[in-house]
């Protein structure tokens, strides 16, 4: 779990501000399923050159986004195996926790990656 100061990026409180609604955009594939991967990329890609911070920030929330989708697939062939049943709950709930927790530290100025999330961007 690496944790960054946003003091060393430069963030804004403006900058701390679309950070967070960065990670809580992914709440909108609640109301819209596709929307809660599509939203926080659209945002992340706004803004990804204009500030350092939301640029982190966005790699994090895409990183934990690509990681849950590959261990939503898992789940759903384990499901066959009644053991995928409990993995895709967990996943439910480490979604949701992790979303909330990103976004209340990118809040502070803290750029946190989500644990059990794959690094596909650095």
């Known amino acids: 779990m690496e944790l960054y100061n946003a003091k060393t990026t430069g963030a804004t409180e403006e900058d701390k501000q679309y950070a967070m609604f960065l ?3 992914q709440f909108a594939g609640l109301i819209i399923p596709i929307m809660g991967w ?3 990329l659209v945002l992340w890609l706004v803004k990804k ?3 350092a911070y939301i640029d982190q920030n966005g790699k994090v929330v895409m990183n934990w986004i ?3 989708l590959i261990y939503a697939f898992v789940g ?5 195996l009644l053991i995928g049943i409990p993995l895709l709950i967990a996943l439910s709930i480490c979604s949701l926790v992790f979303t909330i927790l990103g976004a209340l530290r990118a809040r502070d100025g803290i750029i946190w990656s989500y ?4 690094r596909f961007f650095r």
């Open 76 to 80: 759903g062939i384990l499901v066959l």
């Open 66 to 68: 690509l990681s849950s």
């Open 115 to 118: 644990p059990l999330s794959i």
């Open 38 to 40: 599509v939203l926080p």
């Open 23 to 25: 990670h809580l955009s």
């Open 49 to 51: 050159d204009t500030s």
